[in-house]
């Protein structure tokens, strides 16, 4: 082992950890359940009983008979999801700073063979149904790529979320234009926490047709469910998979962390604090001039406006955090192992550079 694996959080060369919720390691019902899979053989590409055990947990979850699959990334979660709800002449409607758009590296468009991303703007991140109903009657001719699909991140990537009402809302102005509504649920838990809604309320029963559904930012290693409610839109999934690379020949050690995170209610366990988390630090802030709330705190993510030279005083003392997501800014994403005191240390920071700036 190296010395860098012994450090303690407290020692002055170890960052700390608030940029993304991909920072965090494995929660420990996640870790017990992949090392309970590990006792014994099973059999390989999801015919074990770990995944029929966890399709089944999302089921009673969901409360409906849906399709689950389960995939290494968000990428591919997403990717693959949106190519079974398009055809390569049509086009997918999504916020302008949605993941699929920003940080895909075009996978959405290449695993469709070519669905084009239309964007478009929003408040706080959130897609509204006028911008929907806007971009599918700004055109109806042959050469505009026919609107088939509205993709909506749940929570949005400023850490706001759609309630219950907004998705219905979509779900109207989707049926009257005849698009299928797929969910980016990088932080679904997130949301659920949150929104304090059940999971059904947040997706079939609000129209969403097709969840991807996070347990990487949840508290696994490693691992998204992709879980289509409506059923026929699976149709041939497992090939989409195979073909690309995500058919996983052991899939047991995808599915039994999230039979951890399922069965023992981690799944919102984690969530609910990491969103505690998030709201402690935008309460902290709340007293310290300089230092602003850019977005009201929905799920795990605190966006801050800071002045640049603030942000390098906080990076010189170790932590860290993203500038380049969303609107600008500085994000801060709280996980399920965010403790209170990293956080009271980050307020503490920021009261005290906030202060000597005032000062000078
Ligand atoms: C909104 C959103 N969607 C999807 C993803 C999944 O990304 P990845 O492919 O890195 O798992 C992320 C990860 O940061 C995200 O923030």
Not at 268 to 294: F, P, S, T, Y
């Amino acid at each position: 082992m190296s010395d860098s694996d012994t450090r303690s959080p407290s020692s002055p060369d170890v960052p700390r950890f608030l940029a993304s919720d991909n920072t965090s390691g494995i929660c420990p019902e996640a870790m017990d359940y992949l090392v309970r899979a590990n006792q014994s053989d099973d059999l390989a590409y999801g015919n074990d009983r770990w995944t029929a055990q966890a399709s089944d947990r999302f089921r009673e979850l969901f409360e409906t008979d849906c399709e689950v699959f389960f995939v290494f990334n968000g990428t591919a979660a997403n990717s693959l999801a949106l190519a079974s709800t398009c055809q390569s002449y049509h086009s997918v409607i999504c916020h302008q700073l949605a993941h699929i758009e920003t940080d895909e590296c075009g996978g959405p468009e290449f695993f469709s063979n070519g669905s084009k991303l239309l964007t478009v703007a929003g408040e706080h991140g959130r897609v509204t149904p006028e911008s929907i109903a806007t971009t599918v009657t700004r055109r109806g001719d042959i050469h505009y790529p026919r609107p088939k699909a509205v993709s909506l991140t749940q929570a949005t990537e400023l850490g706001t979320t759609y309630g219950v009402d907004d998705l219905h809302a979509i779900r109207d102005v989707a049926d009257e234009h005849g698009l299928r509504i797929h969910m980016d649920g990088a932080r679904f838990a997130n949301a659920c926490a949150g929104l304090d809604a059940a999971p059904a309320d947040l997706t079939w029963r609000a129209g969403v047709d097709v969840l991807c559904f996070s347990g990487t930012k949840n508290g696994l290693g490693f691992g998204e469910a992709v879980i289509f409610f409506d059923r026929k839109l699976a149709e041939d999934f497992d090939y989409r998979c195979k073909q690309a690379g995500q058919l996983a020949s052991k899939m047991r050690y995808l599915a039994a962390p999230w039979l951890g995170l399922l069965e023992t209610g981690a799944w919102l366990r984690n969530a609910q604090h990491a969103n505690a988390m998030a709201r402690r630090l935008a309460q902290g802030i709340e007293a310290i001039d300089g230092v602003e709330l850019m977005f009201p705190v929905q799920a795990n993510s605190v966006f801050l406006e800071i002045a640049p030279d603030l942000q390098q005083q906080l990076r010189d003392s170790r932590w860290t955090f993203y500038t380049f997501i969303g609107e600008g800014g500085a994000r801060f994403v709280c996980s399920w192992n965010t403790t209170p005191e990293l956080i009271d240390d980050l307020i503490a920071d920021l009261a005290r550079v906030a202060s000597e700036a005032a000062a000078r």
